[in-house]
């Protein structure tokens, strides 16, 4: 159901709080890079592949996130998959007070 981008650095958040919500409770079948990637492949063709076969993405916005290359590659994917289909693929979830 959702390609969920993270900073490891917020694993807590999403492991205590997102997983139990979203799959637990809503039964929705989540995408998580540790969980859910094929060990072996191309990191960045794992992501291409979980945002692409997911109906939405969720980007879970933080210091952490908006410093990392990793997380700069996967909302740039989401961004991508949401111009070219013009479809509403893309959720930003805001984790904390982000600065302009």
């Not at 900073?7 to 205590?16: G, I, K, L, Q, R």
């Not at 969980?35 to 979980?50: A, E, H, L, T």
Request: glycine letters at 4%.
């Amino acid at each position: 159901d959702a390609f969920i981008s993270y900073n490891t650095e917020d694993e807590p958040w999403v492991m205590e709080e997102l997983v139990p919500k979203l799959e637990g409770e809503q039964g929705w079948k989540l995408c998580l890079h540790h969980r859910d990637f094929v060990p072996g492949r191309p990191i960045i063709d794992n992501i291409i592949d979980g945002i692409y076969s997911s109906r939405k993405t969720i980007c879970l916005i933080t210091r952490n996130y908006l410093k990392s290359n990793w997380c700069s590659s996967e909302v740039q994917v989401a961004s991508y998959r949401l111009f070219d289909e013009q479809k509403d693929v893309l959720i930003l979830v805001f984790l904390e007070d982000i600065p302009t």
